[in-house]
């Protein structure tokens, strides 16, 4: 296990107090913040209902940053939970089982890099974790894990591609889990003609792929093309991340990676639930997506071992995926490059049953931001086919009768798109 970088701002009486708990390497100096609020309400969220039914997420406060917003899910009343004038709208915040302990990521002065930020309400402690991560890093979509004192979130490097890691991290004791990690292949790169390329370095697998074997680019030609990976090797990860259908690998010309959506534990804890694809950074045509395969993967957290439960065995991608119960979830397939035409879905995790619950058309095409929201129902923004989305509109769906109805939520007397909001 890993052990991730604490900083605790302890604020006592006025006076700020640092102690620095752990971190990567000793010599490194965090600068720390205050980032106190004026105000935190966090024992007004809902903590006394078992289970919670409530959505968290971050709405912007009109001048740069943010508000940490809370929704009960029977009454759609807001509680302001906190005010965060230096966090941007853009990133993720969650509130823990007992409403005791908000997280959400923010930005470094130079955006370089996006760090976690845990704070107690009962001990006014706020905890920084990661904030000496390397450059081109982030911390991205997070939940807490039902226990209350484990964060389950996406680590993504973008220094080649995307390379992303799931993680689950004790705060109190900044050991970490790894739950399911990505990778980044290169298929080919040119040189001058009898040169051959540098090995290329893959930092899930900490290796080096070698050149096989090298090719011109024509007739003629100067260079040459140097391939890392043949045919029998893009089949291979291809397969193996629920590939099923027939596939020109000819297309796949560059980079291969990964891409997580945001990672979900059952409520009993047992299982995490996430969808990955399998991308390329280029594809040809003007209109040709830029995934090859898609699948949704549950974790035993007890046996910490990963599975394929579903593949789309169709030409489209999967998006986000989330528990309607801890047997069934829902998700969205999308077919669309630019990522519309989107089906929400069900699926039974035990029997296997599947089936579209609410199919795009013209008038409802981009069907997003998924949301449980308890009572066996779930919400979605939906925008037409020439429509952008900040016109979507958001719909509650019935997962026993299909019934579908127009759900406005309301904050400050605007209506607002639950983006980024996760059930909690």
């Known amino acids: 296990m890993k052990k991730a970088i604490v900083t605790v701002v302890l604020i006592i009486a006025g006076c700020l107090m640092v102690q620095v708990l752990q971190d990567w390497d000793a010599s490194t100096k965090t600068r720390v913040e205050d980032t106190s609020s004026d105000q935190v309400d966090l024992q007004n969220a809902g903590s006394n209902r ?7 997420g971050l709405i912007s406060d009109g001048k740069g940053g943010s508000r940490a917003v809370c929704f009960d899910c029977d009454t759609w009343k807001s509680t302001e939970l906190m005010d965060l004038p230096k966090v941007t709208p853009d990133n993720y915040v969650a509130l823990s089982p007992d409403s005791k302990k908000l997280a959400y990521t923010t930005w470094d002065d130079d955006y370089a890099r996006r760090y976690l930020v845990v704070y107690d309400n009962e001990s006014c402690e706020t905890i920084e974790f990661f904030r000496d991560i390397p450059v081109h890093t982030e911390i991205i979509k997070i939940s807490w894990m039902p226990d209350g004192e484990t964060l389950l979130y996406i680590r993504n ?38 040169e051959q390329a540098e090995d290329f370095y893959q930092p899930g697998s900490k290796t080096y792929l070698p050149v096989k074997y090298a090719e011109p680019v024509s007739t003629g030609a100067a260079e040459q093309w140097n391939y890392y990976l043949d045919t029998d090797d893009i089949k291979e990860i291809y397969q193996k991340y629920g590939g099923v259908r027939e596939f020109d690998f000819s297309s796949i010309q560059s980079i ?27 594809a040809p045509g003007e209109r040709t997506p830029l995934w090859v395969a898609a699948a949704i993967w549950a974790y035993d957290v007890a046996e910490q071992k990963t599975e394929i439960i579903y593949k789309q065995a169709d030409a489209g991608a999967i998006g986000r995926v989330d528990w309607v119960s801890d047997t069934e979830i829902c998700f969205v397939s999308y077919y669309d490059y630019r990522g519309s035409r989107d089906n929400v879905n069900y699926y039974h995790v035990h029997t296997g ?22 009572g066996r129902k779930i919400s979605f923004t939906s925008s037409g086919k020439d429509d952008v989305y900040e016109n979507s509109r958001t719909y509650s769906l019935d997962i026993d009768t299909g019934a579908v109805t127009e759900l406005d939520v309301i904050y400050r007397e605007n209506s607002v798109i639950l983006e980024n909001f996760i059930f909690d």
């Open 157 to 194: 490097d973008t220094t080649i591609s995307s390379f992303q890691t799931i993680e689950l991290m004790n705060i109190r004791t900044g050991s970490i889990t790894v739950v399911d990690q990505g990778e980044v292949w290169k298929v080919r790169t040119a040189t001058d003609l009898g």
């Open 353 to 374: 049953e599947s089936h579209t619950l609410f199919h795009y058309t013209d008038e409802y095409y981009n069907n997003v931001t998924l949301l449980p929201i308890g």
């Open 50 to 56: 078992e289970p919670n039914n409530r959505v968290v």
């Open 256 to 282: 291969l990676n990964i891409e997580f959506s945001a990672p979900r534990c059952s409520r009993d804890g047992k299982t995490i639930i996430y969808s990955t694809r399998l991308e390329r950074n280029s």
